[in-house]
């Protein structure tokens, strides 16, 4: 068989050695080979830096995050394909669905985030304007530019799709060209997907490099401009940090080990409430998915000390149904680890824990019955639960069986629990099943710090939850301590680890011409055209209008009250209103003054501007009292065209004063624009 050929510097290239064989988890037949034998990892690094990172830096945020769209489309129209040989890795459809789908999710979810979470351009605007200065004429504006290296990412063998997906994605719309460094065991699988990404040519080429097999002297190219994204084991990741060439060159490094996860049951729950069932259902679940290989899967079940014999016995039943075998066939619920090393690794971890705890279901030494399967071929395990009664004891918070192994432990109280949980000295995911707020509170503020994400499940989330088990692109993957001390993921914040975020301090014309944002105390270009006559195309940032001034009187203030029923008192009551210590005296409802100011600074024909969709930062900064005039002024402020729509987003600056030239009223406007060539 030949070996699997690495795709770099634009070209498939073969190795030129026969390469190490890898096996077919299920039935131990040869599926590929691997090696790296005269390949150049230094000039994939060189190509990426060079040849690739400035064309995808030519494109904007909005046009990457489309790119990765399409992408997802073209995957998740070949998973089918990717389903039958993510079996022969050991897992079943569902593990599969698991590392493809949720993959391809990844994809989709970063380019909805690109679109509507960023700029139609090439720099990011970080958090508001700082004023640093009386006369507003010196601004700070943190910004962020993608990092001009190679986005390299060291993978687990456990999610061969997943893994290189959820580090993709952030780093493309960030502008990063990806190196995947996958784990040999199931490196075939990531091969297949990277020939599907290159075949489709969707990306510009070069986005994405793979190099299967050992990367050689790789580490010692990364520059500064490179970040390295690893997930593996804790040990790897020690010699990964502290590799002499990241040091000294002060690499982006993260890592997502693996961790001691644990989950908690509330002592509101009885054998016959839905948390118990929850728990134990979640529990089963965590240790069968990936037949347990998962970064984030339950290793520690803590239980109040009175339920631990019922709990045990519930999930001893479940576990007694799993139908472990081929995974290909519909009939099996767990399939085999990923290679006979780790299934080895899975006993010597056992062996570890049986010195503190006893095992009270499942021995992965003696031959067990299978689904369609050999016990001698494939790298099978039956899932095993352990019962550890002392949960002083160090084994179950410090020994990981990476396989379908859980502890359950008793605990005394909140206070216990939260020391147990906190034992894991840093993981991925905890879990809270409880429906008592008293008991989630001290646990999720008690352990918070010990952990990356937390669930909190029962009776009210459970039919929509999604599980202690499942990182989402929204939320952050990572956790401090033995998991790594990474994130990975978090939404926008993923994107962000690709790039520099530079803090600019400047005037406020040269700030919105960098940035293409109109910022506060700039130019500002008020027209013979309204701004809401201008298309989308014609409309600059810094056009403005001016509308007022306009007398808020007494009666306006009174009609208002009674026509929305707003009757409160700071508007309607003399006297009560003259004793608050804010107003003295009467004032305009804050409502009042932005619908006047609409009412003064549109434009009523019927034209471009589609729809106000919304306000945001709106503050009311001076009281407006029955006599005031007012004035507003409207600036276009940030102008985002939608790609494949015709119209786009307008943000405008409003900004509310009174006769004294005081603001009453900041805010954004947001609107919807039309475009005049709907095609652009
Ligand atoms: P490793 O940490 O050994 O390997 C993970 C990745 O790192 C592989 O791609 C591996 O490739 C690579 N790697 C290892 N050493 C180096 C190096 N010096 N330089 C560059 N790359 C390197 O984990 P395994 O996959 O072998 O699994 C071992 C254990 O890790 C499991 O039993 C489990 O406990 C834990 N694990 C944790 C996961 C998590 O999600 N956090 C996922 C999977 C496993 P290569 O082998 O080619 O060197």
Redesign the pocket.
């Known amino acids: 068989m030949e070996p699997l050929r690495s795709y770099l510097a634009g070209r498939w290239q073969r190795p030129d050695a026969a390469g190490t064989p890898l096996h077919d988890a299920a039935t131990g037949q040869e599926v590929a080979r691997?090696s790296t034998s005269g390949l150049d990892p230094a000039a994939a690094l060189a190509y990426g830096r060079e040849s690739v990172g400035p064309a995808l830096r030519e494109l904007t945020f909005h046009q990457r995050a489309a790119l990765l769209k399409t992408l997802a489309s073209h995957l998740r129209e070949h998973r089918h394909e990717l389903y039958s040989l993510s079996a022969r890795t050991g897992a079943t459809k569902g593990d599969s669905k698991f590392d493809i789908d949720g993959g391809i999710g990844v994809l989709f979810s970063y380019s909805s985030k690109g679109r509507r979470e960023m700029p139609d351009d090439t720099v990011y605007v970080d958090g508001a304007t700082e004023p640093l200065s009386k006369q507003g004429t010196f601004l700070g504006q943190h910004i962020a530019t993608p990092l001009r290296g190679v986005a390299v990412q060291?993978?687990?063998?456990?999610?061969p799709v997943w893994?290189p997906l959820e580090k993709l994605a952030p780093a493309f719309v960030a502008g990063m060209p990806t190196l995947i460094?996958?784990?040999?065991?199931t490196?075939y699988l990531t091969h297949r997907l990277v020939e599907l990404i290159v075949e489709s040519g969707i990306l510009p080429e070069g986005s994405v490099q793979l190099l299967c097999?050992?990367?050689g002297d790789?580490?010692d190219h990364l520059t500064e401009q490179d970040t390295l994204s690893?997930?593996?084991?804790?040990?790897?990741?020690r010699?990964?940090r502290a590799?002499d060439n990241v040091v000294r060159r002060g690499v982006r490094f993260n890592a997502?080990?693996?961790?001691l996860n644990c989950s908690i049951l509330g002592p509101d729950a009885t054998p016959d409430s839905p948390e118990f069932e929850l728990f134990v259902r979640e529990l089963v679940t965590e240790m069968t998915v990936k037949a347990g290989?998962?970064?984030?899967a339950v290793r520690r079940a803590f239980v109040p000390a009175e339920l631990a014999d019922e709990v045990t016995e519930a999930v001893r039943r479940r576990l007694a149904d799993i139908k472990v075998g081929d995974p290909s066939s519909g009939e099996v619920d767990m399939g085999a680890l990923?290679d006979p090393?780790?299934r080895e690794?899975?006993r010597r971890?056992l062996k570890a824990l049986l010195e503190s705890c006893r095992l009270v279901h499942g021995d992965p030494n003696t031959p067990f019955e299978l689904v369609d399967a050999d016990y001698e071929q494939g790298a099978f395990v039956p899932p095993m639960l352990l019962r550890c009664d002392d949960p002083e004891l160090p084994q179950p918070h410090e020994v990981?069986?990476?396989?379908p192994v859980s502890t359950i432990m008793p605990y005394r109280d909140a206070e216990h629990a939260v020391e147990l949980a906190r034992r894991g000295h840093g993981s991925?995911v905890g879990s809270v099943v409880s429906a008592d707020p008293d008991f989630v509170r001290t646990v999720v503020t008690g352990a918070a710090s010990q952990h990356g994400r937390m669930l909190v499940l029962n009776r009210h989330d459970s039919a929509e939850s999604t599980g202690h088990g499942s990182p989402l692109p929204q939320l952050a993957h990572g956790g401090p301590g033995r998991?790594?001390g990474g994130e990975e993921m978090a939404g926008l914040r993923g994107v962000l680890h690709h790039m520099q975020r530079t803090a600019v301090q400047a005037d406020p014309d040269t700030l919105t011409s960098l940035t293409r944002q109109w910022m506060p105390g700039s130019a500002r270009e008020t027209t013979a055209v309204h701004p809401f006559r201008k298309h989308l195309e014609r409309l600059r940032v810094g056009d403005s209008v001016v509308g007022g001034p306009r007398t808020v009187t007494r009666e306006d203030v009174r009609r208002f009250a009674e026509f929305t029923g707003d009757e409160f008192y700071a508007h309607t009551d003399e006297e009560a209103a003259a004793a608050n210590p804010f107003f003295g005296g009467l004032v305009a409802h804050g409502y009042l003054v932005v619908s006047f100011a609409a009412g003064l600074f549109v434009a009523p024909e019927s034209g471009p501007v589609l729809a106000n969709y919304g306000l945001e930062n709106l503050r009311f900064l001076t009281p407006t009292y029955p006599g005031d005039e007012i004035t507003v002024t409207l600036t276009a402020k940030r102008i985002t065209p939608r790609h494949n729509a015709d119209y786009g987003e307008v943000r405008w600056d409003a900004d509310v004063t009174n006769q004294d030239g005081e603001s009453v009223a900041k805010y954004d406007v947001l609107t919807l624009v039309a475009k005049e060539n709907p095609s652009e």
């Open positions: 691997i060291i993978n687990a063998f456990n999610f893994g460094k996958p784990a040999p065991q490196a097999g050992d990367p790789l580490l690893f997930t593996g084991s804790a040990a790897t990741a010699r990964l590799h997502e080990a693996d961790s290989q998962k970064c984030t990923a090393e780790q690794e899975v971890s990981e069986a990476f396989g991925l998991a790594g």
